[in-house]
C-alpha cells in the first residue's frame, strides 16, 4: 500500500464546476500535511496548508479527518487557470511524501 | 515567502560527462535540503536528503556515488550527476526545509536535463 494515495483522474469539468479531490495516507503518525499545485513542466507550489479544524482559501476548502486518514480539497468556481495537478503532501517529522498527484482540466 | 533558485535550469549534456545542478536558499538559511527527480507524467521521488555540513541521506535503489551531493553551506546544495546517460535525463527539482514547525518546503523552479 503507498504511503498516500490519491485518485489520479483526468478530472474534466467545465468552468464554474464545483470538484473534490481525496487523498488517504497510511501512517497515522503523520504530523503535518499540505496540497501543492503543480503546473506542467514547473516545480511544486504550496496551495495551503491542512488543518483538523478546516481550512479556506477562497475558492479552496481543505479538510482532515484524522481518524480515517484522509486529507480532501474542494476547489468551487473553476476557472480554466486552475487546470493542473493537485499534489497531496504528508509530512512525519522531517520526512515528506508526496502522492501521485490527481489531475485537473478545466473547460471552458 | 522563502526564495529558493536552481542553476542551470535546462542542460544538455553528451553521455558519458557529468553535469552539476545548484540549488540555493536566497533568504533563509536551510540546514536541510532535498533532492527530487520527476520523470514525465509521474510524481516527484526523493532521491536524496541533504544535510549542512554532513553527508546526505539516499533513498533506497539511488546511487550515491552516481548521484554526488554536497551540502556545504546554509544556502546552497549542489547535486552531480556523473557519468550521465541517457536513462538520467528527467526533471530535477531540489526544495529546502523552511524550518517552520510544520516542515513545509520550498521548492527551486527545477533543472531539465537531457542526456544525448
Known amino acids: 500500500r503507498k504511503e498516500v494515495e490519491q485518485d489520479p483522474g483526468p478530472f474534466n469539468v467545465p468552468e464554474g464546476a464545483t470538484v473534490a479531490f481525496n487523498c488517504t495516507y497510511s501512517n497515522s503518525a503523520s504530523q503535518s500535511f499540505f496540497w501543492y499545485r503543480q503546473d506542467c513542466r514547473k516545480e511544486p507550489k504550496l496551495l495551503m496548508s491542512v488543518y483538523s479544524s478546516g481550512n479556506e482559501d477562497g475558492r479552496f476548502t481543505a479538510q482532515l479527518n484524522r481518524a480515517s486518514q484522509y486529507i480532501s480539497l474542494l476547489i468551487r468556481d473553476s476557472k480554466l487557470s486552475d487546470s493542473a495537478t493537485y499534489l497531496c503532501v504528508v509530512n512525519i517529522g522531517f520526512k515528506t511524501i508526496f502522492g501521485a498527484g490527481t489531475r485537473l482540466f478545466v473547460k471552458a | 515567502g522563502a526564495v529558493v533558485s536552481q542553476h542551470p535550469s535546462r542542460v544538455i549534456c553528451k553521455s558519458g560527462t557529468s553535469v552539476k545542478i545548484e540549488c540555493r536558499s536566497l533568504?533563509?538559511?536551510?540546514?536541510?535540503m532535498f533532492w527530487y527527480r520527476q520523470f514525465p507524467k509521474q510524481s516527484l521521488m526523493l532521491m536524496a536528503t541533504?544535510?549542512?555540513?554532513?553527508?546526505?541521506?539516499?533513498e533506497q535503489g539511488v546511487e550515491k556515488d552516481k548521484f554526488l551531493i554536497n551540502h556545504a553551506s546554509l544556502t546552497l546544495s549542489t547535486l552531480t550527476v556523473t557519468s550521465a546517460h541517457p536513462e538520467d535525463s528527467s526533471f530535477y527539482i531540489c526544495s529546502a526545509d523552511g524550518q517552520g514547525s510544520t516542515h513545509e518546503q520550498y521548492f527551486g523552479p527545477g533543472t531539465r536535463l537531457t542526456v544525448t
Open positions: 541533504s544535510n549542512e555540513g554532513s553527508k546526505a541521506t539516499y
Open positions: 533568504d533563509f538559511q536551510a540546514t536541510t
